[in-house]
């Protein structure tokens, strides 16, 4: 039986860089998760009979949420639902399943590299058919409508048995507890030479993967040990937990240090790696190197034709802005197209539909390719290691080889978190307010030959999308840039992006934070972070 159950609208139900980002205890609220879950409905049209994914990284609330979405979904007409086993799915393997069943959408429940627990992070992301995050009109459409949502609809049933594989009536709809792994495994298998990978497996070489209590565990057991012969035990912190054993998910050297300490001891293994809370983010270390995720892109685009997934060559890179320009040179090399899109895995989704770009990536640790429609960690893992096979040499030979090929980009992001929301505002209008007077300038000694606000002209849908990051261009070619976070959940997050790229040979093992010093005091001055936000150092560098 459908009940409709009357409800007012909460005003801030806007969705972030990445869906819904709050904390559990805001999520619990009376009718919030069922408000947002109804303004999605309400905002799509056609499903009716279709099929809807429904997955999430296991953290806490995931449950409870599935069943609350599965109810609504035979509420509002769907045909079928497919969740995965336990309620786990990865961000990449979900994209996977939409893409493979002609899912209509997808709901994707997680708060990816945010702590998870009763009083941490909670969220709630809508995927379309292409397995791609919603772009911002259906974003914007999903807020637009919660502010006004008046009812929503339930079918009123005892709770699905999420735990056993096999199909399930709800009402007039069906539920197919499904494999979370399976799909995802074989899709693998197709774009990577495990062959080779076993080989090199076989000969010794050692890795070490931190699943960091997250959902990539099973999939990286699966497959790096059962059907690649990684030594047992390779994958470390493999089962997923709801708080992630009080740990943050994120895998970048603060909270993966334990990893990083191992990498760069006498005793590292070849090759080190680590996945966010939902799987879509990855951290490559090699034994005494570690890879800046934006030269992580550079390297797989370089070295992609290697894997036979891409042996056909690429259409075309794209990066986010904030992400260094060291894929642009490999672009410029290859002779292929490279495109600059606003943060976040959203914008991605038309140039990969276009057929114009191949591999994608941020500098926040994402990289995947026309797989799937969202970043993937365990993809860029597995690349890495193909690379290895084939070329024989280490993370580190690789990595220096490439620049001096290319050059270096020195490349870091200074974080300032949880800073007042009032202060961030002010900081990123007073530096807005500065652009049109900045060219020609000089900054700590260093001379601006550009400063604008990045503004995106999506080139398949024309659509456009202003603000999204100021930046300061320099005439030596170095860079800085200035966001304010979109997932976080409390206060405000200041990024600052800063970049040099060198090509002197003797200069490319300098130290990265020295390397940058004079632009890293060049953007503290500017922004008069100290003085406007009270922070003398950065919370996280990355
Ligand atoms: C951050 C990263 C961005 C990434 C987003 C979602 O966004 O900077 O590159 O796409 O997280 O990643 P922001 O707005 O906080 O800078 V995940 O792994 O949360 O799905
Ligand atoms: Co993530």
Known sequence: ?????????????????????????????????????????????????????????GRYFNREVIQIVLKMAAAAGFGRVLVGQGGILSTPAASNIIRTTSAFGGIILSASHNPGGPNEDFGIKYNISNGGPAPEKITEAIYARTKTISEYRIFD?????????????????????????????????????????????GNGFSMAFDAMHAVTGP???????????????????????????GHHPDPNLVHAKELYDQMMSPAAPDFGAASDGDGDRNLIIGRGIFVTPSDSLALLAANAQLAPGYAAGLAGIARSMPTSAAADRVAEKLGIGIYETPTGWKFF????????????????????????????????????????????????????????????????????EGIDTEA?????????????????????????SMADDFTYHDPVDGSVSAQQGVRVVFDDGSRMVFRLSGTG???????????????????????????????????QSLAGISERTGRTAPDVIT
């Open 1 to 57: 039986m459908i009940k409709s159950v009357p409800t007012t609208p909460y005003d801030d139900q806007k969705p972030g860089t990445s869906g819904l980002r709050k904390k559990v205890p805001h999520f619990q609220q009376p009718n919030y998760v069922q408000n947002f879950v109804q303004a999605i409905f309400d905002s799509l049209e056609g499903f009716e009979g279709q099929t809807l994914v429904v997955g999430g990284d």
């Open 489 to 523: 959940t409390s206060g405000a997050t200041l990024r600052v992006y800063l970049e040099r790229l060198v090509t002197d040979e003797d200069k490319l093992g300098l130290e990265t934070q020295e390397a940058l010093a004079d632009v890293i005091a060049a953007a």
């Open 219 to 245: 999939y990286a057991k699966e497959i790096l040990e059962n059907r690649l012969g990684a030594a047992p035990g390779s994958v470390r912190n493999a089962v997923p937990l709801p708080d992630f054993g």
């Open 349 to 416: 989704g038309n140039l990969l539909d276009a057929g114009k770009a191949t591999i994608c990536g941020e500098e926040s640790a994402g990289t995947g390719s026309n797989h799937v429609r969202e970043k993937d960690g365990l993809w860029a893992v597995l690349l890495w290691l193909n690379i290895l096979a084939v070329r024989q040499e280490s993370v580190k030979d690789i990595v220096e080889a490439h620049w001096r090929n290319y050059g270096r980009n020195y490349y870091t992001r200074h974080d300032y």
């Open 157 to 201: 049933a005892p709770d699905v048995d999420l735990d056993a594989i096999g199909t399930l009536a709800l009402g007039p709809m069906t539920v197919e507890v499904i494999d979370p792994v399976e799909a995802y495994a074989a899709l693998m298998e197709k774009l990577f030479n495990f062959s080779a990978i076993r080989t090199m497996f």
């Open 424 to 448: 961030a505002n002010g900081l990123m209008a007073h530096l807005r307010s500065e652009l049109a007077s900045l060219p020609g300038t000089k900054i700590n000694g260093l001379f601006v």
